[in-house]
């Protein structure tokens, strides 16, 4: 049998607009406004949903960005926040991002996690999250966060995960909505469109 | 910037394996055999955790397997239900499993879930999940299973997705007892080993 193999690998664009960003990402709105773009953009380019992610070190050096490529890599585990995990795991070379608990990086994501995401969270070493758009924008427009736990952030605090929601919330909502203005697919599995 | 790329790639013995494996796996004890053999052989080569999942059709054949990869790959989402969704994926050329609802395929895996491969399964377009050890059984050697809902079985059959647990769980958890019998690593996130 020959094997398949599977490479999550981002566009092209995004390298451009690394380049064209700033080295460091002094404030954390400064941080989430980069992954709200990064979402903009990908809805813009038409290379997955109106999502996006990125792991930055406490400094905010960016490790490594994340965008959802569901339907374009056809691979429904790819959310932002998945890509995002996965790549600054390569960068840093090793599956606990913390190094057993000697750094502090965060995950920012422009959407709350949703179930998948949020149990990949404790997994990843990652020290804190922070959140734009809320759930309840992304179901808004038909998108389908998952059975999570009600609680959700206090079971992340519990294992030593801050989380901060709300950071420019309504910036993150406005890139969900043109994604529906504009015709985005909302897909779910199963048939249920 | 140079974009980081993750590539999930397989141990050549689990092509091997295959090769001598039947083409089609009549029933459910059958195909958890099939799974509990990879973790098995996962143990045996140190190419990963004690976890060995796979998807197969309604008719019992092979679609892709997967292992625990998490300390080999160094990327903490590739746990063994992971790495059998997104290979599927590839081999189908679809990030719904199902395409809308017309196929039943089945994830099988050697232990329950945990928060993020249970989050994962709705996204997948697999109809039926197939479970060997419980959550205790995991537990019982150090593995974390994450912050998952109490019901999480009954969330899944609320999604349509059927559960069927304890298939050959002893069998299953004889391996989950060598892994930490041999010197496994159990590892965790966050300095918590």
């Given at each position: 049998m020959q094997l398949p193999k599977f490479t999550?690998?981002?566009p092209e664009w995004v390298a451009e607009y690394i380049?064209?960003?700033p080295k460091i990402f002094p404030?954390?709105?400064d941080r989430m406004d980069f992954v709200i773009e990064l979402s903009r953009k990908n809805i813009d380019h038409q290379t997955g949903g109106p999502f996006g992610a990125a792991v930055f070190d406490a400094d905010g050096r960016l490790i490594a960005p994340g965008i959802n490529m569901v339907t374009t890599a056809n691979c429904s585990i790819l959310h932002a926040e998945m890509v995002a995990i996965a790549l600054a795991?390569?960068?840093l070379g090793r599956f606990d991002i913390s190094d057993g608990g000697k750094f502090d990086f965060a995950?920012?994501?422009?959407?709350e996690p949703c179930a998948m995401c949020f149990g990949a969270i404790p997994w990843s070493g990652v020290r804190r999250l922070v959140c734009g758009a809320r759930k309840e924008d992304a179901q808004a427009i038909g998108f389908?966060?998952?059975p999570k736990l009600e609680n959700?952030?206090?079971a992340l605090l519990d294992r030593g995960i801050d989380v901060i929601q709300d950071v420019r919330r309504e910036r993150a909502t406005a890139v969900l909505?043109?994604?529906v203005k504009y015709g985005g697919r909302i897909y779910n599995p199963g048939g249920k469109i």
């Open positions: 999550i690998q981002l380049d064209h960003a404030g954390i709105e795991q390569k960068v995950l920012f994501a422009t959407t389908d966060e998952g959700w952030t206090a909505n043109d994604y």
